[in-house]
């Protein structure tokens, strides 16, 4: 049995000595540093100022080019003369270059939007389950891949050769998620597939998501979903399971971005 012995507060840090059965000194705990949180808000404020000034360029961008999409319109709708052609290249060469600055700006965005960290929960079908039965789940989301094999055990409980996986957050794509109920090598029954919005996965604290596969909505698959916008890169810091959010600011797009408590590491205090 331990206990907090006492407490000792001064600037910067808060010092706990927790002591054992015996009264025997166990260790020192020494819970976060102001000055490395504050750091590491001013890092998140940073990252919030890069991401909504990337946001300001792709809107100023897709105004451009809509303006340019109506310029060809009427154009193309003209009297064929010569200035009128002229205007028309031009107009169509401005709604090119608008696009490939779209892209450049959507690469940017999805380079700053952190990861999703997703966990197989496994797949819940009442009476579609029975022990021996397997089952492979493919997961596309852009070009990544992610492929597992799983099988329920006679206890119910299923057993997956991969566990776990790591998204990067894209802008324009949806996840597809495909279940297929693995039979003999050549009789293989697709059990569903479906697409999913991710828009709802940029959640601060990690959420279970139940995903429909079929229509009639017997077969869920239960996944763990955790996106991480930043995370600190720092060797004097490990990552605490304490979490608490900034409000950084209420008209933004990324409203909440989590801030890690940390709890140094024994020698860098």
Known sequence: MSWIRWVSITPGKMTVLIHNS????????????????????????FHLSKVEELYDAYCMQRRLRDGASKMVAAFNSATGSKEARESLNEANRGYREY????????????????????????????????????????????????????????????????????????????????????????????????????????????????????????????????WRSVSPQSSLFTTSPCLTFLHLNPCSTFIYLPILLVIAKPGHL
């Open 22 to 45: 015996i009264n025997k000194p166990i260790e020192y705990v020494h819970f976060g540093q102001v000055k490395a949180i504050e750091r590491f808000m001013r890092r998140l404020e």
């Open 99 to 226: 696009t490939e600055h779209m892209c450049s700006l959507e690469s940017e965005l999805e380079n700053q939007m952190g990861e999703f960290h997703i966990k197989m929960k496994g797949l819940v079908g009442y009476a579609r389950l029975c022990a021996g039965d397997q089952y492979e789940v493919l997961m596309r989301y852009g070009r990544q891949r992610w492929r597992m094999k799983g099988r329920v055990e006679v206890s119910s409980k299923q057993v997956w050769d991969s566990e776990d996986n790591v998204f990067l957050p894209l802008i324009t794509e949806l996840l597809s998620i495909k279940v297929t109920e693995l039979k003999s090598l050549a009789n293989h029954v697709v059990v569903g597939s479906v697409s999913c919005e991710t828009l709802d996965l940029f959640c601060p604290l990690p959420q279970t998501v139940a995903v429909d596969i079929n229509d009639l909505g017997t077969v869920k698959l239960n996944l763990e979903v955790n």
